[in-house]
């Protein structure tokens, strides 16, 4: 029975014609959505069934989304590790589907990798590696091929924004998503807590269903950016599935009620009112359903529902603001602005826009935009309604020249409450301007982490090409060395020691490359270059000559071996156009390499 079996797999993997994506050292990040291939099968399918079926039809877009699906939604991807890395993952940048099963599929033996699971239907614990976004590893060595196959479930839309990544560059990549989103949620944090401090102090509607709004989008934040599955509610399991859903519909809820208390939309009436008591009743209901009857929410129309609330809530604002309503202008250009961004967000899972880290998070940013617009428009009703009272106090001043006591007690109490509101207006900006300053501060880390390589802490490729072309037309001397016989170290002793002597040779260029001016680099992998800026050939011949007898005095140890450790240097000087002293240094590279190695050889 086995042949048979091994024959039909085999038919199956090769029926599809598209070619297998090449993984490369090249691109450590690669989104493989032209090559993905989708299923959507009648009846219930295990792996070997749905490799032998047919009916595989290619995405044709940039993202993977398929809408509402009653069965499960099978993806496959052939691909072909070209890279000498084996340390390849797939990252699904959707932490809010039910589950996800993956297989990898041998074509040239029939045989099936072990099945992989992840999801918010799953407790975290459950998950290959835990994160906050279901990431599995792609046993895959170099050289070697592959189908990957998935099974998606979801109780929700079928959305999956895919990644092929190796784990360093995913690593760094998680490091500055998490930095961002963590101040996201502090800003969040402290707006919602300074609001609802105002609801207990004013014991204002309006800051009490704002507060609620923006906890709702806090904790839907929380579940779409994959920290509540990591860090709040980690073995939750299939109960998690429910938070997304139900804080999706508190907002909405919670939202209608803000609008109607901020905008005051009893006093007006007609169909303003109508509509949002309709859209109070739906989200009611819908919340209802959500715990009693949730196969029942698409039928309900649900997503319909959301856009028409958006563009509702667009249309009161427009309509009052018309009529005189001032506080509906900031409301309409906050709302306008969360729109906008999701709409971006949707664009871009459906494939209409590019899918990057902006895209997928441009949602994100619109809520922080309108929460803080939202913010101002709140402080300046509050001016506008002291303006009122004290205008309102001077007109009954000038009528009645009687109980002028009074009036002035009146006064003075009004004058210390205006007071209290005064300093409240002035903590509130100052917890803006200091998260505007957190905002800055975060951006010039990036930045700096953007120049710096993260395993030895010197300068990055990036910043040597920034380097080059500012240093044009200049004297400068261009250093090119490379760790001699690096890839038998890392096959003997395996990739953290050969990380350990990368991080070796870096210590000693920066020990010897001192001078204001000059830049150490590593160029890649165990490749390192120096820019010495006005510096004579012989003198860079020198300073060439001590790295690479510093080098060779190391004394690194494995395991109690000592392990040798040269390098081979190619020294080039110039004036003008850099990358030509680069190409030469990389010439004199290559002439030390063939020369026998752990020597330094001058460009003529």
């Not at 004013?202 to 923006?214: A, D, F, G, I, K």
């Not at 060439?544 to 004394?555: C, G, W």
């Amino acid at each position: 029975m086995r042949l048979p079996i091994f024959l039909l797999c085999l038919l199956g993997a090769l029926s599809c014609a598209a070619a297998p994506l090449q993984l490369t050292d090249e691109h450590p990040v690669v989104r493989p959505a032209p090559w993905l291939e989708y299923l959507l099968p009648g009846t219930e399918l295990d792996f070997a069934e749905a490799a032998r079926a047919e009916g595989w039809r290619g995405l044709g877009g940039d993202s993977l989304s398929l809408g509402y699906q009653d069965a499960p939604v099978w993806v496959r991807l052939p691909l072909r590790n070209a890279s000498a890395r084996d340390d390849w993952r797939l990252l699904v940048e959707w932490p809010i589907l039910d589950r996800v099963e993956l297989r990898l599929l041998d074509p040239a033996s029939g045989r099936w990798g072990p099945l992989l699971q992840a999801g918010d239907h799953l407790p975290l614990s459950a998950w290959p590696e835990p994160g906050r976004q279901p990431l599995f590893p792609l046993a895959v060595a170099s050289g070697e091929e592959r189908w990957v196959y998935l099974r998606l479930h979801s109780r929700e839309g079928i959305v999956a924004p895919i990644q092929l990544i190796t784990e360093d560059v995913y690593r760094a990549q998680e490091m500055d998503q998490r930095l961002v989103l963590g101040l996201f949620f502090g800003a969040m944090l402290a707006v919602l807590l300074y609001n609802f401090s105002l609801f207990l102090f004013t014991r204002h509607l309006s800051y009490l269903w704002y507060s609620l709004y923006l906890l709702g989008v806090v904790v839907y934040e929380l579940s779409l950016s994959g920290f509540g599955v990591l860090f709040l509610w980690p073995e939750l399991g299939r109960p998690a599935g429910l938070i997304y859903a139900f804080s999706a519909l508190w907002s909405f809820f919670a939202a209608t009620c803000f609008v109607r208390v901020f905008l005051r939309i009893p006093r007006y009436g007609g169909w303003v009112l109508w509509a949002n008591n309709l859209l109070l009743g739906y989200w009611s209901l819908a919340m209802i359903l959500l715990f009693l009857r949730p196969q029942w929410l698409v039928a309900l129309g649900t997503p319909v529902a959301a856009i028409l609330s958006c563009l509702l809530a667009l249309a009161t604002a427009v309509s009052l603001w018309r009529r005189g309503n001032r506080s509906a202008l900031l409301f309409g250009l906050a709302w306008s602005l969360l729109v906008i961004c999701t709409a971006v967000h949707i664009a871009a899972l459906y494939g209409a826009l590019p899918l990057n880290q902006f895209t997928l998070r441009s949602q994100t940013l619109g809520f922080f935009s309108e929460f803080i617009l939202l913010s101002i428009a709140l402080a300046d009703r509050i001016n506008r309604e002291r303006a009122a009272r004290i205008q309102a106090q001077a007109a009954l001043l000038e009528e009645r020249e009687i109980g002028l006591a009074a009036q002035q007690q009146m006064l003075d109490v009004q004058r210390g409450l205006n007071e209290e509101l005064d300093r409240r207006v002035r903590e509130r900006t100052h917890e803006l301007e200091q998260a505007r300053l957190d905002l800055e501060r975060a951006n010039d880390e990036l930045t700096r982490l953007s120049y710096t390589d993260a395993l030895t802490q010197l300068a990055n490729r990036r910043q040597v090409d920034e380097q080059l072309r500012l240093l044009a037309g200049r004297e400068l001397a261009v250093l090119m060395l490379d760790i001699d016989h690096f890839k038998q170290i890392n096959d003997r002793f395996g990739h953290p020691f050969g990380d350990r002597c990368i991080a070796a040779v870096a210590e000693v260029l920066r020990q010897q490359v001192r001078r204001s001016g000059d830049l150490a680099a590593r160029y890649g992998g165990e490749e390192f270059i120096v820019l010495l800026r006005g510096c004579t050939p012989e003198a860079a011949e020198r300073i060439a000559e001590r790295i690479r007898v510093e080098v060779a005095a190391l004394a690194l140890v494995h395991e109690g071996e000592t392990v040798p450790l040269t390098v081979s240097l190619g020294l080039a000087h110039g004036r003008g156009d850099g990358r030509g002293a680069l190409g030469a240094a990389d010439q004199a590279l290559y002439e030390a390499k063939q020369g026998g190695r752990n020597r330094v050889c001058v460009a003529r």
